[in-house]
C-alpha cells in the first residue's frame, strides 16, 4: 500500500491536541502531537508502550501523509501551528511527505528520536530533539548512529539533546554527552518512575519522585558547577498526570 | 557613595544560587539570580515585596559592582554562568557597571522588568524579558515607556515578553501585548494568588490552584487557536514552594 503524492503509508498510534508541548526545548508551546507507531529501542522505562509494543499495533492506524495531514489541520481549525512527531521512534518511518505538504499549509515541524536512525527528511524540520537513551534504559547508544542523524539535519533544523536522568549512571551518561557535543543546546529531564501502563492511562503518578528528582538534578550541576544544561520536568505529567491524549 | 570605577553603588535585596531559571524564556537555565531593591510598581499579588516594600529596605545591602560581581564569583566557583537580574524593578538602578565587568568574567547576564523605565545598558544584556502588568495587578501600562525599553534593548539581548495571567481580563490584556508585538516571543504565566508574606517565607502555596490556571490557559489557547504563545508555570514554585533563596 504506498501513497504515490507523499510516500509511504504511516502507522500512526495517535493524533491529538492542540495542547502544550510538556518538554525539551519547546516547552510551553501549544502543538498538535503525531505519535507514530512502532520502535526499534525497548527501554525499560518507556512511557508511550501503547506506540510501541506490537502488541498495541491493532490500535495503530494506517494513514496517508495527506489524512494525518487532514487531522491536524482539523484539530487546529486550519491555523498553523507546531505539529510535534513523537513515537515510538518516528525515525522508523517516512515523515518527507508529510513534512513536505505541512509546510505548505505553514505548519512546522518538530521530531523528537533517540537518533538511532538517520533519514534525510531531518534537514526539512523545524526543530529536531535527539533523545540518546542513558544506562537506565538497558539500551546501548550508537554514537555513530547519533552522527548520522546530526550530520542529516545539518543546518536545518534548530537541534537540542535531551537525557532522561534517573540515577548517578545517568547523570554521568548525560555529563558524556555534554562534553562531546558542547555546541548543542542539552536538557536533563528527571526520569518518571511510574510510567503510564499501556493499558490503564489513569494509574497514579509518582509527582514527588518526579520532583524529587528533579531538585536533585539541579543540586548536582549547582555541586558540579555544570551550567549548561537546563533542567526540566515533564510539564504533562505535572499537569495531567498519565492521562492520555493531552 | 559612589563607586568611580563602575557606576552607582547599588541596592541589592538577595543574592543567591545556582539554582534554575523558574519562568519565562530561559525556564531550566542554570543561574545566579541578583535580586535589586525598590520598584516604582506595587502589583497587588507582588510574590518579591521584601524587595519592593520600603518598609524592608534594612534588609537590602548596598554594594558595589564589584562587591555584587565577587559575590556570583564565589557562589559560581568563578565559572562562567547565567546572571539573572531582577527585583523589584532592577532598571531603577544603574546595572552599567556590572554587566562591563561582569561580561569580562565571562557571565551573561538576564534581566526581568515590567518596561516602565529605559537604561541605554539594556543594549548590554544578553536577555531582556519585559514583563508588563495585567489589569488583575492594579498598575496601568506605560507602552510609551514600553516601547522606549524596546527601542534601548535594539538589537543586543535576545528580547521576550511575559504576561502574568490570573483571569479572563488578564487573558484579554495578554492577548492585545501579542497582536501589538506579533514578532516578540510571548510567555503566559499563571498567576499565584498565594505569593509569598515577605515576613513568613515558608508559607503555604496553593500548587493546585497554579496548576488549575495553567491547565485553563492551555485550554484558552486550544479554543482560541492561539498556538504563538508559549505558556509555563513558575516552576521553582513548584519544586520548593514560597522558599526564598533557591
Known amino acids: 500500500m504506498k501513497s504515490t503524492a507523499v510516500g509511504e503509508v504511516l502507522r500512526i498510534a495517535e493524533i491529538f491536541g492542540p495542547t502544550i508541548q510538556g518538554e525539551g526545548p519547546l516547552i510551553g508551546q501549544p ?20 506506540a510501541v509494543d506490537p502488541h498495541y499495533r491493532h490500535d495503530w492506524t494506517a494513514m496517508s501523509a495527506e489524512a494525518v495531514l487532514e487531522r491536524i489541520n482539523m484539530l ?9 512527531l513523537s513515537g515510538g521512534n518516528p525515525a522508523i518511518q517516512d515523515f518527507a511527505g508529510l513534512i513536505r505538504i505541512g509546510h505548505t499549509a505553514g505548519h512546522r515541524f518538530a521530531l523528537e528520536t533517540q537518533g538511532s536512525i538517520c533519514r534525510d527528511w531531518f534537514a526539512a524540520l523545524n526543530n529536531l530533539v535527539l533523545s540518546p537513551k542513558p544506562p537506565s534504559s538497558g539500551m546501548q547508544t550508537d554514537w555513530a548512529a547519533l552522527e548520522d542523524c546530526l550530520r542529516a539535519a545539518g543546518d536545518g533544523p534548530e537541534i537540542a539533546l535531551k537525557i532522561v536522568v534517573f540515577n548517578e549512571d545517568d547523570y554521568a551518561y548525560a555529563r558524556g ?16 518512575h511510574t510510567p503510564p501502563p499501556p493499558e490503564a492511562e489513569d494509574a497514579p503518578i509518582d509527582v514527588e519522585g518526579v520532583m524529587e528528582r528533579m531538585r536533585w538534578l539541579v ?10 544544561p537546563r533542567v526540566l520536568p515533564q510539564l504533562h505529567v505535572l499537569l495531567w498526570g498519565n492521562k492520555r491524549g493531552v
Open 31 to 50: 502543538t498538535v502531537f503525531v505519535r507514530t507507531g512502532g520502535c526499534d529501542y525497548r527501554c525499560m522505562w518507556c512511557d508511550s508502550l501503547h
Open 219 to 228: 543540586n548536582k550541576l549547582a555541586e558540579d558547577r555544570w551550567f549548561t
Open 177 to 192: 554527552v555534554g562534553a562531546r557535543y558542547p555546541h548543542i543546546s542539552l536538557y536533563l529531564q528527571p526520569g518518571n
Open 76 to 84: 487546529s481549525g486550519d491555523v498553523p501551528l507546531l505539529v510535534s
